[in-house]
């Protein structure tokens, strides 16, 4: 008897609703996915910072793309931007609870990228 070594199937409620150019799980995934969205949901998973110190994070990111970035996933309820009213002026960023479950999702994807990478990007598999 064969073994299929395939992962899991989707579960049904999501397999024939996640392929559709309509659906708003594509939405969500594309802001989740993105270069930046993942670097600064990963930052933010080691506890609240700021401004300059998600910049600092995910290096090679512009003011533009950080704010965009930010403005996006605090519009899905993922961050929350908490800024304080001081001078100079003090903005901090947060996972929300929705945020917190999701980063304890991508943790694992984005070890296993880290541990593969080179192996990919040189075009090795290992099977084993």
Known sequence: ??????????PISV?????????PSRIVLDHIT?????LILLSLSEGQQRWS???????????KMLA??????EKDGLIRRDAQPVI??????SLTE?????????IPLVTWAYENAEQVLSGQRDDS
């Open 68 to 73: 965009q970035t930010l403005k996006t996933l």
């Open 98 to 106: 929705r945020g917190v479950e999701l980063t304890e999702l991508l």
């Open 1 to 10: 008897m064969k073994v299929s070594t395939l992962p899991a199937p989707l």
């Open 34 to 38: 993105s270069k930046w969205g993942v």
């Open 15 to 23: 397999a024939d609703g996640v392929f559709p150019a309509g659906c």
């Open 53 to 63: 110190e998600l910049r600092r994070r995910a290096d090679g990111i512009s003011e």
């Open 88 to 93: 100079p002026p003090r903005v901090d960023y």
